[in-house]
């Protein structure tokens, strides 16, 4: 697939919670709804009846969806709500995937090695949700004690996804974690329509094309001033759980204007590329594209190493590509440059006994995106690993580094990191190991990667 006009959204990975990120974009459009609507029929006979009765109609209004049985709420204390977050994080799933994706960002410098991620989010998510939708027992619930305009502004939140959930199968969404890059677009489609809904209930239709949709993006970012766990976590940690809104936002706003009569949860891009780029979800001439006509991503699936063990393996796709390039290079521009055009990838974390490796496959279909990306990594090494060095021509098919132990000239040498650049069916694909000194080359036999479409 070929470069086309991209709308780039803000920059993130799902969790197993919904964040309390969203509250702070509407909420005075929220309480001038709400308290214009007073006179709407009670739904149920709990605290917040009434605020249902309001909120319904809107989210219908602003989904084309209909509820199929009538949502129900119900309140939890603070400390119930520790419980069910801690259940969530602690499950075997989850500290699978948390474990995993920790020690590969960990590799890619991506956190500090002092940071436990379990813990880290769990701090994040109890300093921010103020209610939650639980797909598997189909109750939307809310967390007592709340600021009024937050809890009337999450329960419509909330009850899109309570909506969502009767429409498509929201639990096997968020349990299908094989492909990272597939399932973090999927939440971004559940949270876009949702904050999406939310603005459109709150502002109109008008208001969102009369300056409310550029306000309430920059909105959603500033809100981060309020939150001090959230604004001093490390920015992989912040961008991957502020994606699904803003990024998912951005695009279900795209969609509403370009395919107005259809619903987006009938036809949900599969990777973040899709998501990032007009081109690829919607094609660049008149006609949009149906889902049949689209270019899926390329799966990549990677050979046994020749020594030690996987212990984890997914996908970064296009948006966490960018991420790991902007954490050391810091440039936007350049960042979303080099990891536009990956057309799929798969990493795999290799524990051997002098220490972890990072194997990390990324298939291209054409040059200019293949040098933007090469050409980034270069830097990225660079600052990285500080005095690393290398031999090799930076246009070599094989580039090798070596990093120093410690940021001293001279000191033992502790990573080689290796690049290659091979043709595979008339397609570029770049193979990058960085693993403990000496043990990069021939970790994988790079000719038994397979690319499927």
């Not at 509250?23 to 917040?48: K, M």
């Not at 036809?267 to 270019?295: C, H, K, W």
Request: net charge negative; proline share 5%; aromatic share 8%.
């Amino acid at each position: 697939m070929s470069r086309g006009e991209r709308t780039d959204s803000a920059n993130t990975r799902p969790v197993p919670t919904r964040l309390r990120k969203h509250t702070y974009v509407v909420a005075a459009g929220a309480v001038l709804l709400f308290t214009a609507c007073e006179s709407a029929p009670s739904v149920g006979d709990g605290p917040y009846a009434k605020t249902l009765g309001r909120a319904i109609p809107k989210v219908e209004e602003a989904t084309g969806l209909k509820f199929k049985t009538e949502p129900v709420l119900e309140t939890r204390s603070k400390e119930q709500v520790r419980e069910f977050l801690l259940n969530q994080l602690t499950s075997e799933r989850a500290k699978t995937l948390l474990e995993g994706q920790q020690r590969v960002y960990k590799r890619l410098g991506l956190i500090p090695d002092s940071v436990d991620v379990g813990e880290l989010l769990r701090r994040l998510l109890e300093e921010q949700i103020v209610g939650y939708y639980d797909p598997k027992t189909k109750v939307l619930y809310i967390v007592d004690g709340g600021r009024p305009e937050l809890v009337e502004v999450t329960i419509t939140h909330e009850l899109v996804h309570a909506l969502q959930d009767q429409y498509i199968n929201i639990d096997s969404i968020q349990s299908a974690t094989a492909d990272a890059d597939r399932q973090v677009t999927a939440q971004a489609i559940l949270e876009g329509q949702a904050v999406y809904a939310q603005l459109r209930a709150s502002l109109g239709e008008t208001g969102l094309r009369l300056g409310g949709w550029d306000r309430a993006k920059l909105a959603m970012r500033d809100g981060q001033e309020g939150m001090p766990i959230f604004s001093s976590a490390p920015m992989v940690i912040r961008e991957s759980l502020l994606f699904p809104y803003t990024g998912g936002a951005d695009f279900v706003y795209r969609f509403v204007n370009r395919k107005p009569d259809a619903n987006v949860l009938d036809d949900m891009p599969i990777s973040t590329r899709q998501l990032l780029s007009d081109a690829a979800y919607f094609g660049t001439g008149d006609t949009v594209l149906a889902a049949p006509a689209r270019e899926l991503p390329t799966r990549v699936t990677l050979p046994a190493p020749s020594r030690g063990t996987v212990k984890f393996t997914n996908v970064f796709g296009e948006f966490e590509t960018r991420l790991v390039m902007y954490q050391f290079v810091r440039n936007e521009t350049q960042a979303a440059r080099a990891a536009q055009g990956v057309d799929g990838d798969r990493y795999a974390l290799i524990e051997l006994p002098q220490g972890d490796a990072l194997v990390w496959a990324s298939v291209w279909d054409n040059t200019v995106d293949v040098a933007e990306f090469t050409d980034t990594f270069g830097q990225w090494i660079k600052k990285r690993y500080l005095n690393v060095y290398t031999a090799d021509a930076e246009d070599a098919v094989l580039r090798r580094w070596i990093a120093p132990k410690d940021a001293t000239k001279g000191s033992v040498a502790d990573r080689s990191i290796q690049m290659e650049v091979l043709q595979r069916d008339g397609r570029t694909l770049v193979v990058i190991t960085d693993a403990p000194f000496g043990l990069a080359e021939r970790l994988i036999d790079v000719s038994k990667i397979m690319l499927e479409q």
